[in-house]
Structures are given as C-alpha cells and as structure tokens.
C-alpha cells in the first residue's frame, strides 16, 4: 500500500509540470464524518474535459502514442479502496483541482506516510514557485505558506538545506496533534 504522501507529491508535481505558480495543499479531517479530505489546486494551464476524463482512466489511451500516466488513477484508487472517490475540476488556462476524500478508520485506508517531509521537500526543489500548506482538523487550522516564509527569510533562498531541514521540523511540529486525529479512530 502506497502511502498518501507519495500519492499527494505526484499529484502536486503533475500541478508543478503544468506551470502552476501557486499550488495549494488542503488535508481536512473530519473525526465526526470519519473523513478525510485532500485538495490540490494549482493556478496551472489546467486541462480540457476530455483530458479530464481521460486522465482518470489508464487504459482509455491505448490506442494512442500518449504516455499512459499513473499518479491519477493512483490517487483514485486509493480513494476508492476506503469507499471514498476521487474528483477534477479544471479550466483550461486557470487551473485545475484534485480532490479526493478518503474513509477514516476504513481497513484499507493508506497510512499517510511523511507529509512534512513530502512539503518540505517539494518546495526546497521549487524555490520560485509557491505552494500553501494546511491542515484542518476537526476545525482546528494550520497554515504554512511560502510566501510568508519568503518574506521572513529576506533574500535566502528556500532552496537552502538548511532552510528545508527547518521546515520539515516546523511543520512536523505544528501539525504532528491535528494529523494524529486520522488515526484515532
Ligand atoms: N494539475 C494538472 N494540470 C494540467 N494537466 C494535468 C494536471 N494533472 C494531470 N494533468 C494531465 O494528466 C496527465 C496524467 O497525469 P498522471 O499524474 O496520471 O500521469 P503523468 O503525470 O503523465 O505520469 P506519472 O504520474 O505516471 O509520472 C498528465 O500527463 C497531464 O497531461
Ligand atoms: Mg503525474
């Protein structure tokens, strides 16, 4: 079983690919509903509906040269495993939106592995570009957002390891109570 972190990164790479400047991470847990919700939105050159639709299906391609992709129907196979689903919006030039709700406590639901880590990570390989970071759990909100984080680093890149290293701790420090509540169920 894949981890949701590995899902959440080739999801927000395909957002990075398509020139999104502004790529924004939503993981919503919901105890109550036994939810658990990941969003990414990327101000991108966004896709037509019939790419839409495609994109969702590796096999639809068969017939063509296209490179079948796999992060998609990934994602919306874990989704679907826990009896969740997976959704696009998207607009060709503004951007696109993948959503995908996930059963808390389901036997099937793929641990989230290490989303600091995964954050971190893919802001230090994208120093220019600027990504938000939240957690909503049970109403409860964290937000990281780099151009804040710009702003207070005055001139250091957030390609610096160093600033990567904090990062990962800051956030892991921030959110490590709100994303626990995933798995108390
Ligand atoms: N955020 C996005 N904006 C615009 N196009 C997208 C976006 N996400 C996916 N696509 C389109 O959908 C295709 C399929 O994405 P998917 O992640 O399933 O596979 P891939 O990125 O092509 O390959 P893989 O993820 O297996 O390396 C992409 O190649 C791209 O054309
Ligand atoms: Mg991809």
Not at 111 to 117: A, I, M
Not at 129 to 150: A, K
């Amino acid at each position: 079983m894949q981890e949701l972190s590995m899902n959440l990164l080739d999801i927000a790479q395909n957002s990075v690919a398509a020139g999104s400047t502004l790529t924004q991470i939503t993981i919503a847990i919901d105890t109550a509903a036994k939810r658990l919700t990941l969003t990414i939105a990327d101000n991108g050159k966004g896709m037509d509906e019939e790419t839409v639709r495609r994109v969702t299906d590796p096999f639809y391609t068969t017939r063509t040269t296209r490179k079948v992709g796999l992060g998609l129907p990934l994602f919306q196979e874990a989704a679907r495993a826990t009896g969740g689903e997976l959704t696009i919006r998207s607009a060709v030039g503004k951007g696109t939106t993948v959503e995908a709700f996930f059963t808390l406590g389901h036997i099937d639901l793929a641990p989230l592995g290490d989303l600091s880590g995964t954050i971190a990570g893919l802001v230090q390989c994208n120093p220019e570009l600027d990504f938000v970071y939240r957690v909503i759990s049970d109403g409860e909100t964290f937000c990281m957002d780099t151009r804040q984080l710009r702003q207070m680093l005055d001139g250091v890149s957030l390609a610096t390891p160093q600033v990567a290293i904090f990062l990962r701790e800051y956030l892991e420090e921030h959110t490590e109570n709100l994303l626990k509540r995933s798995t108390q169920i």
